[in-house]
C-alpha cells in the first residue's frame, strides 16, 4: 500500500515547486543528481517528486528527460477553455465532483474557463442506491450530434465522461484538441485516464486471504456503468480460489441479514451502496470493503481510496500542458 510522504518529502516538493516557478522561460531544472545532492534525496525520490509535479501541471518532460516550467511549452493554450461533456450535474456521483474539483485547480492556474455540457439522456438515477438508465449507443450518438453545436471555439480539449460508449465518440466530428475520457473507454476515440482497477482488486484480495477470509460475498449493484462493471471483473479474477458468492443488489429488495452473516467478508463495488448496507444492517454485518474508492466512507470501514481530484488535475494537466499520466494507484485503508 502506497506510503504517505514524510516531512522530508513534503519540504522537498515544496522547494521544488518553488524552483519550478522562478526558473526564466524555457531553463529547464538542474539535473536529477545535483537535485538529489541538494535535498539529500536518492535520485529515483526527486524524479518522483517531479513527476508528481508534472501529473498536476506543473511542469512537463522533454524528450531528453529534462524537467521545465509547464507554462514554457504550451503558451498558446494559456486562457483557452476546457471543455467536459458528461452527465447533467445534479446527476454527479461523489466521484465525478471530486475529478471534476481537480480539472477546475488546474484551469484556474491556467486561467482557462472550464465549460461543461450536459447531456439530458446519458443517465438517470432516482437516488444514489437505484438501477441507473443508461443511454444505448444509437440515442447516445444523436445527443452529441446535438451537443457539438454547443463547443465554444477554441477549446484546449475535451474531457468525455465514461458513460460515453466507443462507437458514440466515432461519430461527431469534433472540432481540434485533445481528447480524454474518464475513468473507463477503449482508448481509441481518446486517451483514458483512469485508476489502476486490477492493482485495487488485487489489493483487496491479498488482503482477504492474508485474514484467512474464505466465504465472500461480491455485491454487485446494477448492470450498465462500464466502470462499475470493470472493477466487478477485475475482482472476480483477483478472488480466484475463494469461494465467492455473488449478490445482485436492490434497494427495493436487499440481501437478508441473515444470509449475510453466513459469510466472511463483503466486497461492494459502490461505495454509495456500501453505505446503504451498513446503515441498513447496523449489527451482524460482516467485514465490509468498499472498493470504488470515494470518499464517501470512512473509519472504521475498509475501503479503496483513490485521489479522483488528483486524476482531474492529471487529465486537464495532459490537456493544457503536454503532461504524461500513468494509472491512477489506489490504496487500501485498513483502519487500525
Known sequence: MPRKPTQHAREARAGLLARVRALPRHAPLPILADLAREYEMHPSTIFRLLRNLAEEGHVWQSPQGKFY????????????????IGREMWQWSR?????????????????????????????????PTDQPEFAPPAAQKKELRRLLGAIPRGCAGYLFDHLWHASALETPSFPSGEKVQLLWGDGKQAQVFAPDYALGANLVAEFLRLRNFRRIGLVLPFRGDPGIDGMGDHLR?????????????????????VRLRKLDALVCTEDNVAEFLIEKNASGLPLLIATQGTGLLQAPHVRLRMDYRRLGRAAAAHILHGTTHAALAPALIVPE
Open 237 to 257: 479474477a483477483a478472488l480466484g480460489g475463494l469461494a465467492v458468492t455473488e449478490i445482485s443488489f436492490s434497494a427495493h429488495l436487499p440481501p437478508s441479514a
Open 95 to 127: 466521484l465525478y465532483q471530486e475529478i471534476l474539483e481537480g480539472v477546475s485547480e488546474v484551469c484556474g492556474a491556467n486561467g482557462s474557463p472550464l465549460v461543461l455540457l450536459s447531456s439530458r439522456s446519458l443517465v438517470f438515477q432516482t437516488s
Open 69 to 84: 516550467a509547464a507554462a514554457s511549452r504550451q503558451k498558446a493554450l494559456r486562457g483557452a477553455p476546457v471543455c467536459f
